[in-house]
T-cell receptor, first 114, second 112 residues
C-alpha cells in the first residue's frame, strides 16, 4: 500500500510556463484534495473532489485547474505560472463516511516560480 | 480575525519536558478537532482526533477541548527529540463533509 503518491518532488518553473502536478492514491478513497502550504500560513485548500467526475473550488482556486477521471488520480494543472504560486503543494485523500474521515497526505511537491 | 489561531513558534524545550501546544478558534459550530504532526519535508499525518469537548489520551499524547473557551490543547509528556516537528490543529463543523479549517502550525524543537 503506497498511500498517496505525488510527482514530481521538486520543480522550478519560469513565469508563464505551465505544468501538471500528479497525485495518485491506492486506498480507494472517494474524497481527494489539493492544498498549498506557505511558510507560517498553514494549509490552504485549492480544489477538492468528492468522486470521479466531480470537482469543486476550495479557498484559493485562482490560477489552477483540476480533473478527476478515475478514483485514483487527481492531477493539478498550473497555467501561466506566477511567482505567487511558489509553494509546497500537498495532495490528500479521505474516505467520507468513515468514523474519523482522516485525511492522508502525500509527501508534497516543492514548486518555485522564477 | 482568522478562524483558527495558532502560535507558529518555534517552541524549544529540553528532552523530557511536558509540552503544551494550543489553538483558539472563533466558530462555535466546530465539533471535530484534530492534531496533525508534520515532520520536515513530509506531509502531515493525523495524530489525535477528538469529537466535542473533553480529553483524549493516547500514550504520551493528550488532546483537550474546551468548547466554552473555544480552546484546544495538545500535551506531550516525556518529550523526545523524535517529537520535533510542526504540529497543526484542524477542525470542522457538523455541516462540512470535507473542509477542514487549519491552524498555521507550531514548530516544536526538543533539545537532547
Amino acid at each position: 500500500n503506497a498511500g498517496v503518491t505525488q510527482t514530481p518532488k521538486f520543480r522550478i518553473l519560469k513565469i508563464g510556463q505551465s505544468m501538471t502536478l500528479q497525485c495518485t492514491q491506492d486506498m480507494n478513497h472517494n474524497y481527494m484534495y489539493w492544498y498549498r502550504q506557505d511558510p507560517g500560513m498553514g494549509l490552504k485548500l485549492i480544489y477538492y473532489s468528492v468522486g470521479a467526475g466531480i470537482t469543486d473550488k476550495g479557498e484559493v482556486p485562482n490560477g489552477y485547474n483540476v480533473s478527476r477521471s478515475t478514483t485514483e488520480d487527481f492531477p493539478l494543472r498550473l497555467e501561466l505560472a506566477a511567482p505567487s504560486q511558489t509553494s509546497v503543494y500537498f495532495c490528500a485523500s479521505s474516505q467520507q463516511g468513515a468514523s474519523t474521515d482522516t485525511q492522508y497526505f502525500g509527501p508534497g511537491t516543492r514548486l518555485t516560480v522564477l | 480575525q482568522k478562524e483558527v489561531e495558532q502560535d507558529p513558534g518555534p517552541l524549544s524545550v529540553p528532552e523530557g519536558a511536558i509540552v503544551s501546544l494550543n489553538c483558539t478558534y472563533s466558530n462555535s459550530a466546530f465539533q471535530y478537532f484534530m492534531w496533525y504532526r508534520q515532520y520536515s519535508r513530509k506531509g502531515p499525518e493525523l495524530l489525535m482526533y477528538t469529537y466535542s469537548s473533553g480529553n483524549k489520551e493516547d500514550g504520551r499524547f493528550t488532546a483537550q477541548v474546551d468548547k466554552s473557551s473555544k480552546y484546544i490543547s495538545l500535551f506531550i509528556r516525556d518529550s523526545q527529540p523524535s517529537d520535533s516537528a510542526t504540529y497543526l490543529c484542524a477542525m470542522k463543523g457538523p455541516d462540512s463533509n470535507y473542509q477542514l479549517i487549519w491552524g498555521a502550525g507550531t514548530k516544536l524543537i526538543i533539545k537532547p
